[in-house]
């Protein structure tokens, strides 16, 4: 007979698991995916395109003419006498059905539909902001996670080096060779580090539900080896106006100037009344003659000054309203760019010099007090002092081109890189 063992069972479970496992699940998470994962899964962009649908559907309903009104009743009908509540013996009463139909403006109708192609125009534009802040705070938690990552993965080996540190300080006070203070010096070293790992670990957790907010499950992946391409943007190059003018929130403004503009036009167009026209057929008796009643409405705008002109003159100051917001607005991110282009910038060679200088230099201390310990021309506590400064120049070195990557996630995801392809705004 033959016996299965459960933990013969438990085994087979494990690895169908991992064989029925999808392979994007093992793989490394970059920063490309990360992004393209939270614009998939971000409801805002859903809100976003429920809105973009139903301010086009309501520009196709605004440009068709106005129902048709049926109206019927009972006319002249005898309340008393011998021919009350009689609907033929009086020559008067009629009974009686009509169709009324309102005519706007062909001009009018069409620019109540743009009305809300303008508003379409805006939540797209709104749509674009909310791409770009979404593929920005991905990129920066993305970013962060990566370089706590890296952080981590220095101080666990600096861990590691230290306790044999410490394991070689209690074998050389065995011997007389060290000291008591060499081996508290040595313990020390090792209690900060683990110190400073326990804060790592912190923001390395931080960082990940942080990146869990834009991506979901993703983000219990590991992060991927490769750093952010950090060292290029393609804002770096061309005119600086150029690419401001497609910032998302540039764009969403010059929307609302044109919306502005519309809404003036339309405005212009209610001076000219909307007429009605009206067509009735009155049946009356067998004994009299049925009848057709013909008509035409129209208002009587008897005081424009009052009533048509200010509106028109409130929806242009609304045009200047929108137009001084987006000049504004055009200034501000302007200067918001020349700051982080200034930041990344300014970020590329402090990373350059750390790379190049002060870890190397640290790098050289470090094993120079190194060699002169195992000579025996140098205490412990020297070593330990110079191998600390060349933990700090890395731990350093790595903030700064976090820093850095973080300035360039701002830029580089400020204004999408597709904009200069886009048709160009003219200016209100």
Do not use: C
């Amino acid at each position: 007979m033959f016996i299965v063992f459960p933990w013969r069972i438990g085994i087979a479970a494990v690895l169908a698991a991992i064989l029925i496992l999808p392979a994007w699940a093992t793989e490394p998470l970059t920063l490309q995916e990360a992004q393209r994962l939270a614009v998939a899964r971000s409801q805002l962009l859903v809100a976003n395109n429920a809105s973009i649908a139903a301010t086009r559907e309501m520009a196709a309903a605004a440009g068709q003419l106005p129902d048709p009104i049926l109206k019927f009743g009972i006319e002249n009908l005898p309340v008393n006498g011998p021919d009350r509540l009689s609907l033929s013996r009086d020559f008067m009463t009629m009974r009686r059905i009509g169709l009324s139909q309102e005519i706007p403006a062909t001009q009018k109708r069409q620019l109540r539909a743009e009305r809300y192609e303008r508003e379409a125009a805006r939540a797209s534009a709104e749509r674009l902001l909310n791409v770009a802040n979404i593929e920005r705070e991905t990129a920066v938690a993305w970013i962060e996670r990566f370089y706590n990552d890296q952080m981590r993965d220095l101080l666990l080996r600096q861990v590691r080096e230290t306790e044999l540190q410490v394991q070689t300080a209690k074998s050389g006070y065995a011997t007389g060779r060290n000291s008591q203070g060499d081996v508290l010096a040595a313990h020390a070293a090792l209690v900060m580090l683990e110190d400073r790992l326990t804060q790592i670990n912190r923001q390395d957790q931080n960082a990940s539900w942080t990146l869990a907010r834009w991506v979901g499950p993703a983000a219990n992946r590991s992060i991927s080896a490769v750093p952010p391409a950090w060292q290029d943007s393609h804002l770096d190059g061309g005119s600086l106006e150029q690419h401001v003018a497609y910032h998302p929130d540039l764009v969403m403004a010059m929307a609302q100037v044109e919306a502005a503009k519309t809404e003036a036009r339309l405005a212009e167009t209610n001076k000219q009344a909307d007429w009605s026209v009206e067509a009735m057929y009155s049946q009356r008796g067998s004994a009299y003659s049925n009848m057709v009643s013909i008509g035409v409405s129209v208002p009587l705008q008897w005081d424009r000054r009052n009533r048509q002109d200010r509106e028109v003159a409130a929806k242009l100051a609304a045009v200047d309203e929108a137009r001084a917001k987006y000049e504004e607005m055009r200034r501000q991110h302007e200067v918001e760019v020349r700051n982080l282009l200034n930041d990344w910038r300014t970020g590329k060679v402090r990373v350059a010099r750390y790379r190049d200088e002060l870890v190397p230099i640290a790098r050289q201390r470090s094993e120079a007090a190194l060699t002169a310990y195992r000579a025996g021309k140098s205490d412990l506590a020297a070593t330990l002092v110079a191998r600390r400064d060349e933990v700090d120049a890395r731990m350093q070195a790595l903030t700064v081109e976090m820093e850095t990557a973080r300035a360039w996630a701002q830029i580089n995801f400020l204004i999408p890189e597709h904009a200069g392809a886009m048709p160009r705004q003219e200016k209100p």
